[in-house]
């Protein structure tokens, strides 16, 4: 009999990332990164002379995060618990952005803090990748999990049955980052989603079609 399955996204949910991102950036490159800035290709700028980074060399920037400076991301707080915990409930993988060849070191990076999951890899949207995991373990109920308002677009539209918990786990984003409409529920606390999360897995019933907002 299959299993519930909770899908849950790793950047600034399981892991803080974008304040480490700034700190290499300060120590290592001389760059401020604006943390409250929307638009990324303005918030980075070198510190010598205030001129904006490059849209090119942001690119270059995160994927050496990503090849060097993983080991600065710690667990945000509750995350590796309340994971764990719902273990009892369901079967947890990891659906992540990041380019395939970094599967194998950011699945070695959560173990180290305590998360032993399978992790999948992605670019862009998140719908397509998780209609393969859904096939693979075929739930009896998914909730899924992510920071960013346009995967649970994406989700939403291919498997508006599949939950969706808009969660942003870094504080200085909480009022920076608007709640999705095409999420059931916004919540930024461990202590708060997992009790939400756990409250679907053990109902095992899909979730209802979100009526589209006009934008």
């Known amino acids: 009999m299959s299993r519930p399955l909770l899908i849950s996204d790793c950047d600034e949910v399981l892991l803080h990332m974008i304040v480490p991102f700034r700190d290499w950036l300060d120590d ?32 270059e920037l995160l994927n050496g995060f990503f090849d060097t400076e993983m080991h600065r991301q710690q667990a945000i707080d509750g995350a590796v618990e309340s994971l764990n915990r719902l273990r009892e409930h369901a079967d947890v993988v990891i659906l992540t952005n ?56 994406s989700v939403g539209e291919q498997y508006p049955d599949v939950w969706r918990l808009h ?15 095409s999420a059931h529920a916004r919540l930024d606390r461990w202590a708060d989603a997992e009790v939400w999360i756990r409250e679907r897995l053990v109902a095992n019933a899909s ?9």
């Open 167 to 181: 969660f942003v786990g870094e504080p200085l984003l909480w009022d920076r980052v608007k709640p999705s409409k």
């Open 28 to 59: 290592a490159h001389h760059i401020h990164f604006d943390l409250v800035h929307g638009d990324w290709g303005e918030a980075l700028r070198h510190k010598h002379d205030g001129t904006v980074v490059e849209r090119g060399q942001v690119w």
């Open 98 to 153: 990041l380019l395939d060849h970094r599967a194998v070191p950011r699945t070695e990076q959560l173990k180290a803090v305590g998360i032993d999951a399978p992790v999948y890899c992605n670019q862009g949207g998140k719908g397509e990748a998780l209609g393969r995991i859904l096939d693979e373990y075929k739930p009896s109920v998914a909730v899924f999990v992510d920071d960013l308002g346009h995967q649970h677009d």
């Open 207 to 215: 979730a209802p079609t979100l009526e589209k907002v006009a934008s």
